[in-house]
């Protein structure tokens, strides 16, 4: 795994070919190329992946007969150095399921307020689990204070919801693409499991902060004792994402994701993007953080833009836009091809990755600070 600054290990014209070899195929030459820098689910499989995935070896997943989900599992647990995997259709449904795994009905888990699962994903661990939630403030860098996890945890008194979970998320998408670092997990991890209470984590962008930090996910994940991972976002599967944990935990997982209606069939044909993902997308993430570093920071010299580059360390940023809306600059911006998603009257939220290059940066930048220049002009 390279850090972000071995990163210029690939060159430039590298990452280039490494993007325009799965640009979508255009219709026609004088189509405008859409720059979407609004999220990382926007990524598309590569040509290795569509070749993987038409020459998929396939059977019935649900009967454990999919060989390539099976490999595809395997490679899973092995990386994160945990006893199983279980592949399911979406994060959300990781998510939900490894909370439903280890949590019984009238329990509670913890979560930082800025998190995807408190925030984003409807509520399923109550409205399907009857699970309660505690949310503690997430701050900053979508970390928990380890005192105040201390004091949340419920005493055994039947006026509270047993406290039996604690969930993470690495990187924390809200907070900005921030980093937990081995040591921050190990330092609520000594609380929780004196409480005999565990960690779920959320690790949709976990290869974003293990890139970042270069370190081996097995290590960001050994105080966990569940991790769910996203093969459709930075690392560009068309979808997937894939929960490890013991053999036991996994094995409940496996029967709440039938009763959820996530058994798939022949999965493995989208399993085998997800091998490729694995194999070929997690050390160009590092290039996503420098396109967004170079972003961040051009960004910083537009007056009328306010962004701090050095709270964003992987590929998610959110940059403050003074003196007009966010969604009238954005509007501006899209005419010139540049899509960014607006999620205030006065922030955007700017993601890199598979389908972004260098250029599309300095291109982006130039468009915006034209428009600032002729505000300032007329
Ligand atoms: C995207 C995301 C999810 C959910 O994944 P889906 O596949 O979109 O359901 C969960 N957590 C975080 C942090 C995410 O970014």
């Keep these: 795994m390279r850090n972000a600054n071995?990163?210029?290990?690939?060159?430039?014209?590298?990452?280039?070919?490494?993007?325009?070899?799965?640009?979508?195929?255009?219709?026609?030459?004088?189509?405008?190329?859409?720059?979407?820098?609004?999220?990382?689910?926007v990524t598309l499989p590569t040509d290795q992946m569509r070749d993987a995935m038409a020459s998929a070896e396939v059977g019935d997943d649900v009967m454990g007969e999919d060989p390539t989900v099976n490999q595809l599992e395997g490679m899973a647990a092995?990386?994160?150095?945990?006893?199983?995997?279980?592949?399911?259709?979406?994060?959300?449904?990781?998510?939900?399921?490894a909370i439903l795994s280890q949590c019984q009905r009238g329990d509670e888990f913890i979560v930082g307020n800025w998190s995807h699962i408190f925030r984003a994903e409807a509520a399923g661990f109550s409205v399907l689990g009857g699970v309660a939630v505690q949310p503690l403030l997430n701050a900053p860098r979508g970390m928990i204070n380890?005192?105040?996890?201390?004091?949340?945890?419920?005493?055994?008194?039947?006026?509270?919801?047993?406290?039996?979970?604690?969930?993470?998320?690495?990187?924390?998408?809200?907070?900005?693409?921030?980093?937990?670092?081995?040591e921050d997990i190990k330092a609520l991890a000594e609380v929780t499991k004196s409480y005999g209470i565990r960690i779920h984590l959320d690790g949709s962008r976990i290869f974003n902060a293990a890139v970042a930090l270069d370190v081996k996910v097995s290590d960001l994940v050994k105080d966990v004792d569940t991790?769910?991972?996203?093969?459709?976002?930075?690392?560009?599967?068309?979808?997937g994402s894939i929960l490890c944990g013991t053999h036991e935990t996994i094995q409940r997982a496996r029967r709440w994701r039938k009763m959820l209606g996530g058994g798939m069939r022949q999965a493995g044909v989208f399993a085998a993007a997800g091998i490729v993902a694995m194999e070929?997308?997690?050390?160009?993430?590092?290039?996503?953080?420098?396109?967004?570093?170079?972003?961040a920071i051009g960004l910083s010299t537009i007056p009328g833009i306010d962004i701090d580059p050095g709270k964003f360390p992987t590929n998610i940023m959110f940059p403050k836009i003074l003196s007009r809306s966010a969604k009238s600059l954005a509007d501006s911006i899209e005419l010139k091809g540049i899509k960014v998603r607006v999620v205030s009257d006065n922030m955007w939220r700017i993601v890199t990755?598979?389908?972004i290059c260098e250029t599309d940066i300095d291109y982006a930048l130039d468009v915006i600070r034209t428009i600032f220049d002729d505000q300032v002009d007329s």
């Excluded at 039996?164 to 809200?174: D, I, P, R």
């Excluded at 769910?228 to 976002?233: A, D, I, Q, R």
């Excluded at 070929?280 to 972003?295: E, G, P, S, W, Y």
């Design 146 to 182: 380890s005192h105040q996890l201390e004091q949340a945890i419920h005493p055994n008194d039947p006026h509270y919801p047993i406290t039996t979970l604690l969930a993470l998320e690495n990187t924390n998408v809200y907070c900005g693409g921030t980093i937990l670092t081995c």
């Design 78 to 97: 092995e990386i994160f150095n945990k006893e199983s995997a279980l592949l399911l259709p979406s994060g959300t449904m990781g998510n939900l399921v």
């Design 353 to 355: 990755h598979s389908g």
């Design 227 to 239: 991790v769910n991972f996203c093969l459709s976002k930075g690392l560009s599967a068309p979808l």
């Design 6 to 41: 071995s990163a210029t290990d690939f060159t430039y014209a590298q990452s280039v070919t490494i993007i325009y070899n799965h640009m979508p195929k255009r219709n026609s030459l004088n189509q405008m190329r859409i720059i979407d820098f609004r999220s990382d689910t």
């Design 280 to 295: 070929t997308m997690v050390d160009r993430l590092a290039i996503d953080h420098i396109n967004a570093r170079k972003f």
